[in-house]
Each structure stands twice: as structure tokens, then as C-alpha cells.
């Protein structure tokens, strides 16, 4: 139901764009996220969007990253400037998803995809 892409190697103080498309019988999608998880580390939350475009970032990435979202293709993007080796981990994007046919919304997962960040 979500596919994340866009990691990759980066140098510190370099930029990448992840996205997250939502694929399948779609009545609608409300609050979309990124989260990360570092090796060793829990899950943390990166950013939040609601569906009228919301934002909120965890204090990490604050002023670096921002969160982004295509409604009419069901996306949600992730810009990340000034990248710092801090910043290596797995994203996986979120969110939460009102199928067509039983309209219970339901949180989804995407895969996770690697961002490392060289120093």
C-alpha cells in the first residue's frame, strides 16, 4: 500500500528527497508521517502532515527537513537539506488510510528506505 524511495549515500551538508506513493482502493488518506529508525536506536518520529497540510517536525530535524504532500497522487515527500551523519538511518513512511470499500481507517507502513550520511 506504500512505497517509499529516494534514499541513498549522501555526503554531510547534502540534500535528498524521499518519497512515499499510497497505492490501492483509496477512499481517502488523513495524517501522513516519516519516521526513522537508526541502528541500535527506537523508532522516532521526523515529520507530520495533515491532510490540509499540517506540519510538524521533531526537534532533530527542525529548520533542515521538510514534509510535503501530493493529495491528487496520494505522496507524501520528505526534502532533507544539511544533512549530518546523524541523519543515517531507515525511514518509513506512514500513514493513515481510509480504504473504499470498508472505510475503517487504518495506519500503513511503508517498507523503509536508507538514507546514510557521510561525514
Known amino acids: 500500500q506504500l512505497q517509499a524511495s529516494g534514499g541513498g549515500l549522501v555526503q554531510a551538508g547534502g540534500s535528498l528527497r524521499l518519497s512515499c506513493a499510497a497505492s490501492?482502493?483509496?477512499?481517502?488518506?488523513?495524517?501522513m508521517a516519516w519516521y526513522r529508525q537508526a541502528p541500535g536506536n527506537q523508532r522516532e518520529l521526523v515529520a507530520t502532515?495533515?491532510?490540509?497540510?499540517?506540519?510538524n517536525y521533531g526537534d532533530s530535524v527542525k529548520g533542515r527537513f521538510t514534509i510535503s504532500r501530493d493529495n491528487a497522487k496520494n505522496t507524501v515527500y520528505l526534502q532533507m537539506n544539511s544533512l549530518k551523519p546523524m541523519d543515517t538511518a531507515v525511514y518509513y513512511c506512514?500513514?493513515?488510510?481510509?480504504?473504499?470499500?470498508?472505510?475503517?481507517?487504518?495506519?500503513?507502513w511503508g517498507q523503509g528506505t536508507l538514507v546514510t550520511v557521510s561525514s
Open positions: 506512514n500513514a493513515v488510510i481510509i480504504p473504499l470499500l470498508h472505510r475503517i481507517p487504518y495506519i500503513y
Open positions: 490501492g482502493s483509496i477512499f481517502s488518506i488523513n495524517d
Open positions: 502532515i495533515t491532510s490540509g497540510g499540517n506540519t
